[in-house]
Antibody
Framework: EVQLVESGGGLVKPGGSLRLSCAAS????????MNWVRQAPGKGLEWVSS????????YNADSVKGRFTISRDNAKNSLSLQMNSLRAEDTAVYYC???????????????WGQGTLVTVSS | SYVLTQPPSVSVAPGQTARITCGGN??????VHWYQQKPGQAPVLVVY???DRPSGIPERFSGSNSGNTATLTIIRVEAGDEADYYC???????????FGGGTKLTVL
């Protein structure tokens, strides 16, 4: 059974940093691209970042470019999102999602974690 | 940047057919995926590659995509289908994934 479990969310002050993790199990992690998607309270889904299976390709939303860094450790079946210079508008539930294929930008997100809440507030 | 436009809400009586649209410039040339999200839950894929259904998704769910509009159709709507629905495409021009704003399906 595919499982994606996010962790690392919490309360952080504006300008602060936070690192999210996603532990993957039940599939060959190194064969699939991975993604982060967020959802602000009461709002819709917003794509944040994607990384190909071998980390060769990384794509970021304009809203987080230069502030967030996606990475993965295929040996540890783990996906991460380093978030710096956090703003109030980054407050959201952050979901880890697996793509159907190895190539980022190809295929749907067929498995999702339950999400971790990040709150940016003073 | 590429924009996907969905109606904020769609209402339908049980047993009837719901059609949720997703508009975008020449979206028919792109591949569309659809997600269902119920309150407090993570999104669930219901249609991928315009019209394919993942295992476990009822045949009542179908998708189409042509011209400037993609459509998610749910026939014989049930109370359990009440949820938010989102369309998604990959915009190769910007190398960005794009989600529509979401449509709240209400079963009357």
């Amino acid at each position: 059974e595919v499982q994606l479990v996010e962790s690392g969310g919490g309360l952080v002050k504006p300008g602060g940093s936070l690192r999210l993790s996603c532990a993957a199990s039940g599939f060959t992690f190194s064969s699939y691209s991975m993604n982060w998607v967020r959802q602000a309270p009461g709002k819709g889904l917003e794509w944040v970042s994607s990384i190909s299976s071998s980390s060769s390709y990384i794509y970021n939303a304009d809203s987080v470019k230069g502030r967030f860094t996606i990475s993965r450790d295929n040996a540890k079946n783990s996906l991460s999102l380093q978030m710096n210079s956090l703003r109030a508008e980054d407050t959201a539930v952050y979901y880890c999602a697996r793509s159907r294929w190895a190539v980022a930008g190809l295929g749907d997100f067929n498995y999702w974690g339950q999400g971790t809440l990040v709150t940016v507030s003073s | 940047s590429y924009v996907l436009t969905q109606p904020p809400s769609v209402s339908v009586a049980p047993g009837q057919t719901a059609r949720i649209t997703c508009g975008g410039n020449n979206i028919g040339s792109k591949t569309v995926h659809w997600y269902q999200q119920k309150p407090g839950q993570a999104p669930v894929l219901v249609v991928y590659d315009d019209s394919d259904r993942p295992s476990g998704i009822p045949e009542r769910f179908s998708g189409s995509n042509s011209g400037n509009t993609a459509t998610l159709t749910i026939i014989r709507v049930e109370a359990g289908d009440e949820a938010d629905y989102y369309c998604q495409v990959w915009d190769s021009g910007s190398d960005h994934w794009v989600f529509g704003g979401g449509t709240k399906l209400t079963v009357l």
